[in-house]
């Protein structure tokens, strides 16, 4: 049987899926394949190298210094989130904090990372063969927040967070032949999306990059169809959603290192609920 795990992503709010994906490193739960949305994708990544506790301190350390993310970032090389820092600086073999890329490499779990192609909107589903040592661009591209970041260009294409095109890509694991797939979510499961404030973003972004705006304006049409096909898949016991009952006052973009600390608790401890349906 093979199972799947997806991680949505969320921004800062993904520190409550790193605290599952550690709970599942402590208890020796493993699967055959992994599906990544911007945050999501590092938090993976992270899992399948065997990192436990690195994307934490990625979320309540790096995360709060200027050089991550902040207004100055964004007035000097128009990205709130510097990508090169996060992805390269700090997780590079000479960095702070090295993704252990041999491990991710050698790990046999499956690995998907999403973004959108910003010329088209469309979904590019990247894997390990375009992940290299010190080569961490796919991870840059699916966390390109739409005008909070420029796009990331790969081999002269422009990226956006895959978030636009695939927003919960409980699919595509159905279709590489998972069985039975658990979605990690960063909101609790009732939340609904509305689209307010990814239509002012689009807005910013719609004459460079029409086709990437307009599935941002309707990127919470998918988000909400997502979750409402991952809970119907629940209910035929072929998938799980892990979610958090209240996001702790954390949002996308927000640094409260408190509520991030009580959202990874509430993370870890939820991870049991993985152990239950894999039984």
Known sequence: MKIGIVDVGGGFRGIYACGVLDYCLDQNIRFDLGIGVSAGSANLASFIAGQKGRNYTFYTEYGLRRQYAGLGNFLRKRSYVDLDYVYSTLSDQDGENPLDYSALRDNPMEFLVVATDAGTGEATYF??????????????????????????????????????????????????????????????????RTSGGDEKLAAMIRRQYPAAAQKLCQRAQHYNEGVARTREYARQGKALIVAPDDTCNVDTLSRDLAGMRRLYGKGYADGQKIASFLG
Do not use: H, M, W
């Not at 390109?144 to 695939?166: E, K, N």
């Open 127 to 192: 894997s390990k063969k375009d992940i290299r040592q010190d080569g961490y661009d796919v991870f840059k591209a699916s966390s390109a927040i739409p005008f909070v970041c420029r796009p990331y260009f790969i081999q002269g294409t422009p990226y956006y967070d895959g978030a636009l095109s695939d927003p919960v890509p409980v699919e595509k694991a159905f279709l590489v032949g998972c069985d039975r797939v658990i979605v990690l979510l960063t909101r609790p499961e009732e939340y609904v």
